[in-house]
């Protein structure tokens, strides 16, 4: 059973930082993409960046490429999304999702209809 669950939102000032942290269970990454997703209020829910099963690389959205990481850590079966630099328009719950495609550069456009198994989301405000 594939089971993901965000946790590490919060309030933090803008050019603050978070870590926002994807545990998940019932699969690898050696055979499903990860990927994080955010909506804001009355926002389409949007890609942000991704893990794809394809290379391990990770693949990042134009608006949090240069800010945004991914970091993997496949003995806790987690993926940390770490925010620097945050922005008041990084405000949104972020979400993470899997599915058994193998993604590229593209992979964080790619439409959240083609995620399978999806988080409950968590929280991110940036705010003075």
């Known amino acids: 059973q594939v089971q993901l669950v965000e946790s590490g939102g919060g309030k933090v000032q803008p050019g603050g930082s978070l870590r926002l942290s994807c545990a998940f269970s019932g699969f690898t990454l050696d055979y499903y993409s990860l990927g994080w997703f955010r909506q804001a209020p009355g926002k389409e829910r949007e890609g942000v960046a991704c893990i794809s099963n394809r290379d391990g690389n990770g693949y990042y959205a134009d608006s949090v490429k240069g800010r945004f990481t991914l970091f993997r850590d496949d003995a806790k079966n987690t993926v940390y999304l770490q925010m620097t630099s945050l922005k008041p328009e990084d405000t949104a719950v972020y979400y993470c999702?899997?599915?058994?495609?193998?993604?590229?550069?593209?992979?964080?456009?790619?439409?959240?209809?083609?995620?399978?198994?999806w988080g409950q989301g968590t929280q991110v405000t940036v705010s003075s």
């Open positions: 999702a899997a599915n058994y495609l193998p993604y590229d550069s593209s992979g964080p456009s790619r439409p959240e209809s083609e995620y399978d198994y």
